[in-house]
């Protein structure tokens, strides 16, 4: 898939990349002047609970959808699958899931960080268009998929719709990566045509079939010969739809898409892409990955212990006394633990909360034991796309799951898991007989 969005015939529109850099780099800045408008400090942690949150999200889509959405297959609108095995035969790459639910605002929308993708059709649109107006908005998902956009957009708005402050932070960046989108829609529905038919379907839904594209296009005229009118456009994840048909017709005469759409279309007779094999167990960074999620839930949602330093004057030992011992309405065991412990003024010691290393890692070694026998993921797995299994059994059970991190914790102890942090399958994993593995893949 790489070769469709890198090197000199890339599909990607010119600056995008570049675009996505100065965004990134900004966005410190957009962060400060929103939490000045708003009157409220962002912090790395809000900001770090944020990702986390949205990360989250992302893992959970593919559970809400199963469990509310419609799943497409061969036997299950079998004429909107056969459009979506076409489209990612033409782009060299895997069948993603594709679901049907109901929503009013977005026609089609592509969702996930990382294998496995989804692509998600409105129930209020999805018979409304016509084959080759869908294999453009298909296509045009698979080509976000394909490109990357997904992993961060996901993110961002995993269920697709507007969201107002990312629009202003992250608008330059989206709206590019909608013109890239186009491209690739328009070279797998092969029809300029039925590309803009799809747009207008997909922007006034049932009324689009009415819309005289031509002049609907010449509106962008009337933008072009006053500026201001182009500044609501800014605040917007999405271009205009003017300023699309627009790309699309520049594009549609452009030597990219001449050299491209014989591919496209050879592509399509080829055979279907498998996935990838799944590795089975997981590497070192899958695992250091999900710890590290796991971590910042923890730090972020737990209070620890630390220690709190308090400095005493002689007035202040002296004024305390005087009040325990000549207020009758204070016990007698009162007044004595207060003498003995303001018995000389300096720096006392107590205990607060706060961060503390040794209680963080008994909370994270409980909140581990508990998902894991629960659900056999912790929220860092789920992002990651990791799971724990057990050998020779359905379940991991609450058993396994204690055997698996009181072992775990033991061998780091001991310093005897050092030794092995490279490996796939750690010797805590065979003495508790459980294994951390990739997605739905079994133990071998």
């Known amino acids: ?41 962002i912090g790395r942690q809000e900001i770090a609970l944020l990702v986390v949150v949205a990360m989250l999200y992302v893992a959970f889509a593919r559970g809400r959808l199963l469990g509310g959405g419609l799943r497409i297959h061969a036997g299950q609108f079998s004429q909107v699958h056969a459009v979506v ?29 990382g294998d496995p993708y989804a692509i998600v059709i409105s129930a209020q649109f999805v018979e409304h268009f016509r084959d080759d107006e869908l294999r453009f908005l298909i296509g045009r998902e698979l080509g976000h998929i394909a490109s990357g956009h997904t992993r961060y957009t ?24 909608d013109y890239t989108a186009d491209r690739v829609g328009l070279l797998c529905c092969g029809s300029l045509d039925a590309a803009l038919r799809a747009i207008a379907v997909a922007t006034f839904h049932t009324l689009g079939r009415k819309v005289d594209l ?10 072009h010969a006053e500026p201001s009118l182009r500044l609501a456009e800014w605040t917007a994840s999405t271009p205009y739809a003017t300023n699309r048909i627009a790309a699309l017709h520049r594009f549609a005469r452009d030597p990219l898409y001449l050299a491209w759409a014989p591919r496209f279309a050879a592509n399509a007779a080829a055979p279907q892409v498998t996935g990838a094999q799944e590795a089975g167990f997981a590497g070192f960074w899958r695992r250091a990955w999900a710890l590290a999620i796991d971590l910042v839930v923890i730090q972020l949602l737990v209070p620890a212990v630390h220690a709190v330093k308090t400095q005493i004057t002689k007035e202040q030992v002296a004024a ?18 207060a003498s003995a412990k303001l018995a000389q003024p300096g720096v006392h010691t107590s ?9 963080l890692f008994l909370v994270l070694v409980v909140y581990a034991i508990v998902l894991v026998a629960l659900v056999g993921q912790t929220f860092g797995m789920m992002v990651s796309d990791l799971r ?43 003495w508790s007989r459980t294994r951390l593995v990739s997605g739905s893949a079994a133990i071998r």
């Open 1 to 41: 898939m790489t070769a469709f969005f890198s090197g000199k015939e890339s599909l990607r529109v010119r600056g995008e990349r570049t675009t996505f850099v100065l965004t990134l780099a900004s966005l410190p800045l957009t962060i400060f002047v929103l939490g000045w408008v708003f009157q409220h400090q």
């Open 85 to 113: 095995d076409e489209c990612a035969r033409m782009l060299r790459m895997p069948t993603p899931h594709v679901f049907v639910r109901d929503d009013p605002f977005v026609p089609v929308v592509a969702i996930g960080i």
């Open 154 to 177: 996901s993110l961002m708005s995993s269920n697709g719709r507007e969201n107002g402050v990312l629009s202003v932070a992250l608008g330059a960046w989206l709206r590019t990566i």
């Open 214 to 223: 031509h002049a609907f296009a010449e509106q962008l005229k009337e933008l």
């Open 320 to 337: 305390a006394k005087a009040a325990t011992a000549g207020n009758p309405d204070v016990p007698k065991w009162v007044a004595d633990i």
């Open 351 to 359: 205990v607060g909360l706060d961060s503390d290393q040794t209680l």
């Open 388 to 430: 724990v299994v057990a050998v020779n059994r359905p379940r991991v059970g609450l058993r396994h799951a204690i055997a698996r991190y009181v072992l775990l914790a033991l061998s780091f102890m001991t310093i005897f898991g050092l030794f092995s942090i490279f490996r796939r399958v750690q010797p805590y994993e065979k």
